[in-house]
């Protein structure tokens, strides 16, 4: 059974940081989309900022958690970004034309 670590690093006002650590695949994620969506909801931060390092496989499930997360941000009037995707991580972000949806500068924290 593969595991998957979610927790939330820091929490601010406007920014909440949450370190993923793992295989995002299949199996798990749909505790990472639930995890995430939970924090959007329960803490409405400005920015949702997902610390990818400790991931070290994605396949295409979590990807589509990341984007519904992402839309989900946008909707409550938030931003969410991906940071310091492992390399092979990276790669299916730029395969997939997402890297850059996920790692665009965003707006000043509090400016919704």
Do not use: K, W, Y
């Amino acid at each position: 059974m593969a595991q998957l670590h979610v927790d939330t690093t820091h929490l601010s006002a406007f920014t909440a940081r949450v370190a993923v650590v793992g295989v995002v695949d299949l199996e798990t994620t749909p505790l990472l989309r639930e995890r995430l969506l939970r924090l959007l909801r329960d803490q409405r931060p400005d920015l949702l900022d997902i610390d990818l390092s400790g991931v070290t496989f994605l396949d295409c499930t979590g990807l589509s958690a990341l984007i519904a997360v992402r839309n989900a941000a946008i909707q409550a009037g938030g931003q969410m970004r991906v940071s310091h995707p492992q390399p092979i991580v990276r790669r299916v972000l730029e395969i997939t034309g997402v890297l850059g949806m996920f790692t665009a500068a965003t707006t000043h924290p509090g400016g919704r």
